[in-house]
């Protein structure tokens, strides 16, 4: 049955196609094959997608109060770097490199406000065709998987002890690397492979391509942890609390499963997993702003930096190649699976 809200209407699950349902929800869906602009416009409607729109872009917009915040605050320190005399001084405030330290950080930052943006995106928009339903849904993927690489670098060079550093001798990076280019392909597969209802194996290759790399991300916070050189920072623990709670929500389908139809459009599972993936994202950003403050400049950490043998380093010119190596190959495994669903698409309209 449709129901008017405003000059926009919403669909009960059954008027809609199986792509665009959800499980345990029955109403608040949008039509499909609508204008571009219309689905736009529902960013402003009641509708069972509206509240994670938001739930992203709200972190979008704080996230990128913070990152201009930071950028200023570094151009202030630079230039008090600068007017010293002592032109052998590095960096103050990252202990990393003469020119432009922050650059890791910086595309970090960038990874975090394109997922952001991204998955909202998605939600908004994925209604207005089947086509358009799965390539936001690719990009979406991609993104994650650019700002979980981002994770573990940034986690490397300003996070982990002189000891973990010099022992992984940028191996570390490389194994992330790796593991973050199996996240678009698989995610992309799954999404192409299974259809509504979805069986637990689409959460599985999900889940299990992130949290693999989610769990080699946080090894060199564990290890600090371990090793009971966290110091003050606990805005560690609140990332790690936060994420593990973001999995319970997304992976139980708690508490839509159990309120069927009551949690349309607040209160759903994953609404709940938005909130608490932009608080793992905040927290793990003060997080590492902290560390590049107060751990990676300090003068025990470097004097055991350079007893190792191995100086921490940002190493820009490795990531900054294998995150392009990233986008290309997340943009051919897009076209690719794009292709694929378009043929499928056409083949069901003739049948």
């Not at 009960?12 to 094959?33: D, I, T, W």
């Not at 002592?86 to 405030?93: E, F, I, L």
Request: with cysteine; charged share 15%; net charge positive.
């Amino acid at each position: 049955m449709k129901r008017a809200e405003g000059s926009f209407e919403t669909l009960s699950r059954h008027e809609v196609p199986k792509e665009f349902r959800e499980e345990h929800v029955l109403m608040g869906f949008r039509p499909v094959n609508r204008p571009l602009t219309y689905y736009l416009c529902t960013m402003f409607t009641m509708h069972n997608e509206v509240v994670n729109v938001w739930t992203h872009i709200i972190p979008f917009g704080l996230m990128l109060r913070v990152f201009l915040m930071i950028v200023k605050e570094d151009q202030e320190l630079t230039k008090q770097n600068l007017s010293k005399d002592d032109q052998d001084s590095t960096s103050v405030g990252t202990g990393t490199t003469t020119e432009s330290p922050n650059r890791t950080f910086y595309l970090f930052m960038c990874t975090v406000l394109a997922y952001l943006l991204v998955s909202a995106l998605a939600h908004l928009m994925h209604s207005a065709s089947k086509s358009v339903h799965y390539l936001a849904f690719y990009c979406d993927f991609a993104t994650i998987a650019f700002y979980s690489f981002l994770s573990a670098v940034a986690f490397y060079v300003y996070s982990a002890t002189p000891a973990f550093f010099a022992r992984f001798n940028w191996c570390y990076v490389y194994v992330a690397w790796t593991l973050a280019l199996s996240i678009p392909y698989a995610c992309c597969f799954a999404k192409f492979k299974f259809t509504r209802p979805y069986p637990p194996e689409k959460k599985l290759y999900i889940l299990g391509t992130i949290g693999t790399l989610y769990l080699w991300n946080i090894y060199p916070v564990v290890d600090r942890i371990a090793n009971g050189d966290l110091q003050d920072n606990t805005y560690h623990y609140l990332h790690l609390a936060a994420f593990l709670s973001a999995v319970f929500f997304y992976s139980s389908g708690w508490p839509q499963k159990s309120f069927p139809g009551l949690c349309d459009h607040f209160f759903h599972g994953h609404q709940i997993f938005h909130v608490l993936i932009a608080i793992t994202t905040y927290y793990q950003v003060l997080a590492i702003r902290y560390d590049m403050k107060n751990y990676v400049n300090d003068d025990s950490n470097s004097d055991k930096a350079k007893g190792s043998g191995n100086q921490r380093t940002d190493c820009w010119s490795e990531v900054s190649s294998l995150f392009a190596i990233h986008a290309l190959f997340s943009l051919l495994v897009i076209r690719h699976f794009y292709k694929k669903i378009q043929k499928v698409l056409a083949e069901q309209k003739m049948q």
